[in-house]
């Protein structure tokens, strides 16, 4: 029987642990604030970002929104996240992804200064994870090492495989085991004999995006197993990568779909708004 690893217990020790250094930053006369901009009313988005709302209010992080109309012009958002670079009081600015299909996202994300990209998604964020300097890091992937950390999994010296290599997960999260001194194998759509591949991990991530693709056949007796995917199953219901059933008995910890790997990342994104106030300071 594997250890299940509780997300949602982890993520709010993470969101208790900031609301004390917020307290703390707040009595040494700093206040830490964060401008959530959703572009269009996108119901999913408006989900995300009231959840985000909720989190800077619990933490005590003041969060300025800015709900825009599905019409603003690319240069209208890009004025605005220029005008939010500049003010003192903001030092995070998340624009919810996706924007509208005349906005290119990809100029949003670079408009967003360095310093206050608490997504972690800019060039120069990315780029200062792979040299190991300064910079916000990627929430989910960020988020995944909090839970293997909290829950006592070592990482180093580790054989680690990361089936996926999008911006957002699979390449952040190699670049971050590699930096806790994993052994890292990143794998994708082109890969050969994948199954051989992954049951080499000690460390297995599933971050594929395809419904429980991910059984026993994939999985080494013991291995510790991080399950990203997030879909709904034809019940409605939520599922992941792995299939839970078929992979929890031989793994030796998993984390659930819900439960797991989701509530981390709006942890790891306040945790990352924290950061921003102090970490460019020195
Ligand atoms: P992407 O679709 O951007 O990337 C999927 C990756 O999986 C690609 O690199 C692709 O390879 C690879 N892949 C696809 N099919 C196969 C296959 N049959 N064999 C091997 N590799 C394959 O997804 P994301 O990284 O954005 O997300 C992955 C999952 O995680 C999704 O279910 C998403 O919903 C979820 N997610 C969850 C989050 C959370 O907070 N829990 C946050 C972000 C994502 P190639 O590059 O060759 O195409």
């Known amino acids: 029987m594997a250890q299940i690893i509780d997300g949602k217990k982890i993520s709010q020790q993470i969101k208790d642990e900031l609301r004390e250094q917020v307290a703390e930053l707040k ?13 269009g009313s996108d119901p999913a988005s408006s989900v995300y970002v009231g959840n985000k709302k909720k989190a800077c209010a619990y933490i005590g992080i003041r969060s300025e929104s800015y709900e825009l109309p599905e019409e603003t012009t690319e240069e209208e958002l890009l004025a605005l996240i220029e005008r939010l670079n500049k003010d003192e ?73 990361v089936i996926g290599r999008s911006n957002i997960v699979g390449k952040p999260m190699a670049m971050l085991l590699l930096r ?13 004999n994948l199954k051989e591949v992954c049951k080499r991990a000690d460390i297995l991530i599933a971050a594929v995006g395809r419904p429980k693709m991910i059984d026993a056949s994939y999985v080494k007796e013991g291995a510790v197993v991080i399950d990203v995917g997030i879909h709904r199953n034809e019940n409605n219901k ?4 792995v299939d839970f059933d078929s992979v929890e008995p031989i793994a030796s910890a998993i984390t659930p779909v819900p439960g797991g790997v989701g ?18 300071d020195e």
């Open 180 to 192: 806790e001194n994993g052994t890292v194998t990143v794998t994708h759509s082109k890969t050969k």
């Open 89 to 161: 009081r903001i030092h995070g600015i998340l624009v919810q992804l996706p924007v509208p299909a005349h906005i290119h996202e990809k100029k949003v994300i670079e408009a967003i200064s360095p310093k206050k990209d608490v997504d972690g998604f800019h060039p120069q964020s990315v780029g200062a994870l792979s040299i190991g300097q300064k910079g916000f890091v990627s929430c989910t992937p960020a988020g995944i090492i909090q839970l293997l950390k909290r829950s006592g999994v070592e990482i180093e010296g580790k054989e680690c495989v």
């Open 238 to 241: 939520l599922c992941g990568d």
């Open 27 to 39: 009595a040494n006369g700093k206040e830490i604030g964060m401008a959530v901009i959703q572009v």
């Open 263 to 280: 509530p981390m990342t709006i942890a790891m994104l306040m945790h990352n708004c924290v950061e921003s106030a102090v970490m460019f």
